[in-house]
């Protein structure tokens, strides 16, 4: 079992930063794979970015590539979301989620991950 704690949402200005963490619990966060869904309201869940067990292998949606970077830190059983540009369009419930390492295709995908946390909320005014 792996418990996940979003923090780091708010309310920011276009054009600003925010810096989004996700603390999990459990001795096997190293060997997990973490993701970054957003949902904003009326729409479907989507992708973010996903960073694998390793470090190794980074992926993010077009829409946030070069303004978002995705981090973790095995020691501290942490992954991290930097947020910087930020637009109005960005304004959504942030979820991270842990999951095996698999193929793009798999992991963009949120039925790939076994584990969720509550969300954080970051809202982003024009």
């Known amino acids: 079992q792996v418990q996940l704690v979003e923090s780091g949402g708010g309310l920011v200005q276009a054009g600003g930063s925010l810096r989004l963490s996700c603390a999990a619990s459990?001795?096997?966060?190293?060997?997990?794979?973490m993701g970054w869904f957003r949902q904003a309201p009326g729409k479907e869940r989507e992708f973010v970015a996903v960073?694998?067990?390793?470090?190794?292998?980074?992926y993010y949606a077009d829409s946030v590539k070069g303004r978002f970077t995705i981090s973790r830190d095995n020691a501290k059983n942490t992954v991290y979301l930097q947020m910087n540009s930020l637009k109005p369009e960005d304004t959504a419930v942030y979820y991270c989620?842990?999951?095996?390492?698999?193929?793009?295709?798999?992991?963009?995908?949120?039925?790939?991950?076994?584990?969720w946390g509550q969300g954080t909320q970051v809202t982003v005014s024009s």
């Open positions: 989620a842990a999951g095996r390492d698999g193929y793009y295709s798999q992991i963009v995908r949120s039925q790939f991950y076994d584990y």
């Open positions: 459990g001795r096997t966060f190293s060997s997990y794979a």
């Open positions: 960073i694998s067990s390793s470090g190794g292998s980074i």
